[in-house]
């Protein structure tokens, strides 16, 4: 099944598509260098199979690419990005 990650600059949302549905998104709040990530959610019908994983690193990557810092106020980014210290340099605290 495929598996997409596409910014929704007009929710200030990532979202994780599958077969072409939303199945989670990440929230964000875009600050001229920073990237704050507010919440994190998979829907009900989508959780268990490592979507939420997917979700946040790919974000994650992409935010970096861009040359933003990530601020992660969700529990479930900050999480991530201890077990991913590859993005841990670009982190700033709450």
Same mark, same amino acid.
């Given at each position: 099944?495929?598996?997409?990650?596409?910014?929704?600059?007009?929710?200030?949302? %990532?979202?994780?598509?599958?077969?072409?549905?939303?199945?989670? %998104?990440? @929230? *964000?709040?875009? +600050?001229?260098?920073?990237?704050?990530?507010?919440?994190?959610?998979?829907?009900?019908?989508?959780?268990?199979?490592?979507? =939420?994983?997917?979700?946040?690193?790919? =974000? +994650?990557?992409?935010? =970096?690419? &861009?040359? +933003?810092?990530?601020?992660? +106020?969700?529990? *479930?980014?900050?999480?991530?990005?201890?077990?991913?210290?590859?993005?841990?340099?670009? &982190? @700033? =605290?709450?």
């Amino acid at each position: 099944m495929p598996v997409d990650v596409v910014d929704n600059p007009t929710e200030s949302r %990532f979202e994780i598509h599958v077969d072409g549905k939303v199945a989670g %998104f990440a @929230d *964000y709040r875009l +600050l001229p260098t920073k990237i704050v990530f507010t919440h994190t959610e998979v829907l009900p019908e989508f959780q268990g199979q490592g979507l =939420a994983g997917k979700l946040t690193g790919h =974000a +994650l990557q992409m935010s =970096a690419d &861009t040359g +933003l810092r990530i601020v992660p +106020l969700c529990p *479930y980014v900050a999480q991530y990005i201890e077990r991913h210290p590859e993005f841990q340099d670009i &982190t @700033d =605290a709450r």
